[in-house]
């Protein structure tokens, strides 16, 4: 039997809110510009058949990265660490390991938002706890990173 699954999580800025408050509690599709999207990070790649490969996205550019995690491998639960920089670096860790820290060109002005997304085909998404912060926390070492 054929299944998938996609996953993102993305940090966005200038995100038009309205259509919110008019569906009363049914989840409406955000409308994004590609220039809104200040820092993505999704799984797998699309078209893409190797789990390992997962892909990040910051205004309007998208860098790929190939993560070397066994349980991402395994199907096994692993957790991943979105982090905008107050630079506009975007940054990507995986079981507090940092994999990819990309310019992402300004630093971000104003509000943003939080947006999760996923699709499935035969198949179940399980997601667990999503935390938010605001600034950098000293868990990851993002000195580290090569990419």
Wanted: glycine share 10%; with cysteine; proline share 6%.
């Amino acid at each position: 039997m054929r299944q998938w699954q996609r996953l993102g999580i993305c940090v966005l800025a200038g995100v038009n809110t309205t259509r919110f408050a008019r569906r009363s509690g049914v989840n409406p599709e955000v409308e994004v510009v590609p220039n809104d999207i200040l820092c993505s990070a999704g799984y797998p790649l699309e078209g893409r058949s190797d789990v390992s490969d997962l892909f990040v996205t910051f205004s309007a550019r998208t860098f790929d990265a190939r993560v070397e995690c066994e349980q991402v491998a395994a199907g096994r639960p692993w957790r991943l660490r979105l982090q905008l920089l107050p630079d506009g670096r975007c940054g990507v860790a995986v079981n507090g390991r940092p994999v990819v820290l990309v310019d992402g060109g300004q630093p971000p002005v104003g509000a943003i938002r939080i947006a999760r997304y996923g699709a499935s085909y035969n198949t179940r998404i399980g997601v667990g706890r999503v935390r938010v912060f605001e600034g950098v926390l000293p868990d990851v070492d993002w000195t580290i990173v090569v990419r």
